[in-house]
């Protein structure tokens, strides 16, 4: 029975230098989703329209719904996160989407969630500093007591260590399963695996982007406070 290793498979590229086929996943996906963005924007919407039709209508509509998301854990500072949020959303649906390709997704990478992890932990400092001040983002390393400042300095690195590790265990997990469901069915492994596969991937990656997403933005309203 084959179990996927936490460690990607490396690709070498010019001769001697090595890059795990994650990275190269995730840089590809961007880059698609970004000229997919620029040919939508400049190709297809040229012009806003005040009533929204068709890929228009789907998009403020996901904007919209990602606002109201936003909003509702962070009040009035969720408009301004909401881009942020909802590209981490995409990211991690898409590049897990890979999967259905037979492509191991990024975020199944431990270096990958601890890089989106650190630029979350970034920003729930930055908002943070934003709405009490560099001494008022201090002085919560000091409550309740300022005998508690190790205590509150080890919960704060603790914030990106789990939001990366929850997200790595969570889709590693889901592969390993899918590769045991595929092992264990040897040559019959043609319609129930793709069918499991069709619902576990969709449902597992939309479950990790809203937690993900959502943990990130308790924090952020957790040192706001």
């Known amino acids: 029975m084959h179990i996927p290793s936490v460690f990607p498979d490396k690709v070498t590229l010019f ?24 040919i939508i924007r400049f190709g297809v919407i040229r012009n806003f329209k005040q009533v929204p039709r068709g890929i228009q209508n789907v998009l403020e509509l996901a904007v919209d719904s990602v606002n109201d998301f936003s909003r509702s854990i962070l009040g009035e500072w969720g408009r301004s996160i909401a881009p942020y949020i909802m590209t981490l959303f995409v990211f991690i649906v898409c590049t897990g989407a890979v999967e259905y390709l037979g492509i191991r997704s990024p975020c199944t990478d431990l270096n990958c969630t601890i890089g989106m992890a650190a630029i979350s932990f970034v920003l729930i400092i930055v908002y943070s500093i934003r709405a009490k001040g560099v001494k008022g983002w201090l002085k919560t390393y000091c409550e309740p007591k300022s005998f508690m400042v190790p205590i509150n300095v080890l919960s704060a690195i603790a914030v990106p260590i789990s939001l990366a590790c929850r997200l790595f265990g969570n889709m590693f997990s889901g592969l390993v399963v899918m590769d045991m469901l595929y092992s264990a069915m040897g040559n019959f492994a043609i319609a129930i695996p793709g069918i499991a596969s069709i619902y576990f991937i969709l449902f597992h990656l939309g479950m990790q982007s809203y937690v993900f997403t959502m943990l990130t933005m308790s924090f952020m309203k957790e040192k706001m406070e």
Request: without cysteine; hydrophobic residues 60%.
């Open 15 to 38: 001769g001697s230098f090595q890059l795990s086929q994650t990275l190269i996943t995730a840089f590809v996906v961007t880059g698609i989703l970004i000229v997919a963005a620029l």
